[in-house]
């Protein structure tokens, strides 16, 4: 996958967004070294979207957790303070 800087990236959005709509190349986008973005043909976004709206709960949120350095640590403090908690009543209890 190609990569623009933003600045470069503005400098040349019509020519990138030509490539991506024409030649369906993908693009990402980097800001201070880091990916932040990509551009890809609306085919691909809409066919990705298709299936990410298939999905539900705690799996919708798994990339936007993914510099989370210790997910298993993450996951028991979730639990833990679940368990801990007294502001909710347990059904069927």
Excluded: H, W
């Excluded at 990569?3 to 990236?9: K, P, R």
């Excluded at 799996?59 to 997910?71: G, R």
Aim: aromatic residues 6%; glycine residues 4%; contains cysteine.
């Amino acid at each position: 996958m190609e990569s623009y800087n933003l600045t470069e990236a503005k400098a040349k959005l019509s020519s990138i967004i030509s490539r991506v709509a024409f030649a369906k190349v993908k693009i990402a986008i980097k800001r201070k070294g880091r990916n932040v973005a990509v551009l890809l043909p609306y085919e691909d976004y809409m066919a990705k979207s298709s299936q990410r709206d298939q999905c539900e709960g705690l799996l919708l949120a798994k990339n936007a957790l993914a510099d989370l350095e210790d997910m298993d640590q993450f996951i028991e403090d979730i639990y833990k303070a679940r368990e801990e908690s007294t502001e909710r009543s347990i059904l069927g209890i």
